[in-house]
């Protein structure tokens, strides 16, 4: 599986933006497809997963209620709605595809598949 992240910028503190990962090869309906972060020094960490078969979502407490994951089946493609940004979310953003089992499901270890990363940018 080859995962294109599209979609980072810079905005102001309130803006928002919507990130893209495409992705090619096959995707089985077990998979669940997760956005990770990552600031200099620091670990890559959980932001968001949707499972491919039936949609659901998790969440990490920091961006409940501000992001919004969700997936295109015909275009293979799942989104990242950030609204509400904030300094802190500022960070490179990851797209991960795999099949972890539930307690792993926010670990970057339990994903064999990545795209490369798209810089998100918020100013004060």
């Known amino acids: 599986v080859q995962l294109q992240a599209s979609g980072g910028g810079s905005v102001q503190t309130g803006g928002s933006l919507r990130l893209s990962c495409a992705a090619s090869g096959p995707i089985y309906s077990y998979y669940i497809m997760t956005w990770f972060r990552q600031t200099p020094g620091k670990e890559r960490e959980f932001v968001a997963a949707?499972?491919?078969?039936?949609?659901?979502?998790s969440y990490a407490d920091s961006v409940k209620g501000r992001f919004t994951i969700s997936k295109d089946n015909a275009k293979i493609t799942v989104y990242l709605r950030m609204i509400n940004l904030k300094p802190e979310d500022t960070a490179d953003y990851y797209c991960a595809v795999g099949r972890p089992i539930s307690t792993m499901m926010r670990m970057p270890s339990a994903y064999p598949f990545w795209g490369q990363g798209t810089l998100v940018t918020v100013s004060s």
């Open positions: 949707i499972r491919w078969s039936g949609g659901t979502t």
